[in-house]
Structures are given as structure tokens and as C-alpha cells.
């Protein structure tokens, strides 16, 4: 129904600054220098706060000097780690989004662009605080210094692998690194961190809980059901949100971005909300360090909303040149998160370019010692790597009657088809 004396109502749907063949477009977006906002005690109240989640956090200036008063200050043998673990990264996704084009993997997702993200979160946190990861922390895993090929295994669903090929490639598991299973259902993870924090709250043990999710899946009710309950029971939690700009083809403006940042969400809820540069790894560890110390002594919850720039495809099944300007990567910025820690450690003379080049290579040829070591256990296309009857195991804790009797029919299917010994799958 419409009113003539009314003007008409009209549909706001968001439109990225730059599609396709227009040039990149950043110019929206306030950059604020580093080492200008404010430290406040891990113990404010979060109503004092408010400003630090539309400010940016950031330590590492232009020149690669850490300033202000989130600096670190870390020793540069700890920032040589950090550096060492952001390119193994890089490597390791260099390494394995070649093998899924050589086909031998089905899956790949690189995290290029967000190591800081993920490698200044593991060095922040204790190693036995439990991390709910999404697909794009791998950096995780390695900056806990877990076993590459183990790694593989599972993008291989070979015979080494875990999880006995029944996760699509990337969706790790490692509870002894205290790194929960991913799943493939966006945000599921993060009321899973809150109600961990909560548990391990109610039994008073000393262990935190973090949890990633990227700034499109902020849109989920999910999202919504965990930060309630994480500030009704001020459970020891920190909970990033990875704002690489895109979700998929979407940009971040259909999650919300155009009216506000995804640190304010915190504000609503009573939360303490950080907005940080994602691309300094300082300003990462800083966050994190202040946000678990936080958590650590009972002053409740805190949302970091990662500043940063998905620098490539979602994944190997996506062309992001059918939806985005090609020149956006160079143009970010924010730079780049390895680019920048390393001009810091040579700003400070800790670091030279031939002992950058020198690390590149070693881990380059350390990926692909772990990779031939991986292939071993198989890849795609080798046949079947776990025995056919596993893909019943683990349904329920004891295998039901239903699933049993699955279970011999298919193998009676297989025996009919691959009558001889050795033939067929396992
Ligand atoms: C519940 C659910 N809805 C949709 C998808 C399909 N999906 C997989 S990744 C993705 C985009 C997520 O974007 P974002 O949260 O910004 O994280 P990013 O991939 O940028 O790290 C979508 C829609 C899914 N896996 N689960």
C-alpha cells in the first residue's frame, strides 16, 4: 500500500567502493597512526571503553618503529620467532594451494595477508588455552610448533591422517595442541568458546578459551547467542573477529560495516571491544596479551575485531577477479603483516634482508621435506587410504544396530564387486 502524499520507500543495498576493472577504492576507510590510542588497564570497566572499539590499535608505524603504549616489547629473539613462524605459514600455504592445483588435494584455504592474526595470538596465549579456530588459523598450529606433516595428512586424508578422511581437507583437529575441531558450519565455534571458558570458569582451573570467526560470519545468530553469554557469566574468553574485508564475494559492508565496526558490536553487550591493526603482529600480541590478562583475572570477555585484508582467493575453488578490483591487495593500507615485522627487527638491527632470504629458502625446503613425507602416506586419486569399514566407526560412541548392519552391507557390496584378495579398497 502506498500513501501519494509519502515518498516512496527505498531499499539500501551496500555496494563495494570498486568492482572489477575500477580502480581500488580504501579512501573510506580512517587509518589511524600508529601508537596514538590509549592502554587502559585489563581490569576497566568496559563502559570506559567505548572509544577503543572505533579507534585502531596499532604499534608498528610506517618507518617499522613500535611506538605507543600497546608496545610489547618483546625481545627480539621472541620477534624472530614470530617473524619465523608468519613465513612458515606463508610457505605452507604457498606449498599446499600448489598441491591441491596439481591435484593432489580435492580443497585449499590460504590465510595470506592474515599471519599476524593468528601467529601474534599463539605467542600471546598459554599453549593449553584452548583455541576455536575457524578454516583460516592455521597460523595456529604453527606458531605451537605442530607437526607439518601431520598437518598434510589431513589435507591428504591419507593414511596418516587423524581424522581418517572423513573432513574435508584444511578442517583440522589437534586437542593436543588445544586446538578444537573446525567444522565446516560458520560460528558454531564461538558459543563453543564461551561455554568452554564457562566450564573451565565453574571448575576453577587457570585455562582460557579463544575463538576466531571472520567479519561475515558476525551475521549469524551465533554470534549473537555467545556474546550474551559471555557477558551475562563473564566467562574468561577472547573473541576475534578476523575483518579481512571480504566473505567470500561479499564485502564486508553486507555484514554490517557501513554503519559501525565489528569491535562496537561489544559496546551493546557490555563487553570490552579492542579494534586492532590485523596486519602488526605487535598490535595482535598486545591485544591478546592485554585481552587474556583480562580474562585470567575474572574481569570478563573481550571482543578484538582484527583489522585486515583477505589477500587472496577464499579458497582454491574461488576466482575473486570476477568480484573485486585486481589492484585492491597492493593498495591496502595496511600493508603486509610479514613485510612489516621484518622491517622492524631490521629497524632495530636484529635482522637483514640476506637472513630473510636464507629463512625464505630453509622453509621453503623444510614445507617440502614435509610435504614428500606426507605424499608418502598418499594423496587424491591413489585410491582409498583409510579401510572402508572406518567411515562407520565413531558415529556414536558404540556403533548402534542400524549402523552395524550399514556396515556389513556394505561390505558385502565390496566383496561382490572386488571378489579376489587385495583387490579394491581395504
Ligand atoms: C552456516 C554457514 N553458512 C554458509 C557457509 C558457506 N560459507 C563458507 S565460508 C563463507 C564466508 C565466510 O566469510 P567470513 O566469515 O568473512 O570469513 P573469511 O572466509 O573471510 O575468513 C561462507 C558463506 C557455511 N560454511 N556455513
Redesign the pocket.
Known sequence: MSRSNLPPLRLHVPEPPARPGEEADFSHIDILPAGVTPRPDSAADSATMRDLAYGLVRVLDDEGNAVGPWNPRLSPDVLRRMLRAMVLTRAFDDRMFRAQRQGKTSFYMKSLGEEAVSIGAAFALQRDDMCFP???QQGILIGRDWDLVDMMNQIYSNRGDRLKGRQLPIMYSAKDASFFSIS????TQVPQAVGWAMASAARGDTRIAASW??????A?GDFHAALTFATVYRAPVVLNV?N?Q???SSFAGF?GAESTTFAARAVGYGIAGLRIDGNDALAVYAATAWAAERARTNHGPTLIEHFTY?AEG?STSDDPSAYRSSDERSKWPLGDPVARLKAHLIAIGEWDEARHAAQDLELAEQVKAAAKEAEKNGILGHGMHQPFATMFEDVFEEMPWHLNEQSAQMMSERMRKWPKPGEGPR
Open positions: 575457524s578454516y583460516r565446516g558450519n560458520l560460528t570467526c571472520g567479519e561475515g560470519s558476525t549469524e578476523v579481512n571480504w566473505a567470500i555484514a583477505r577464499h
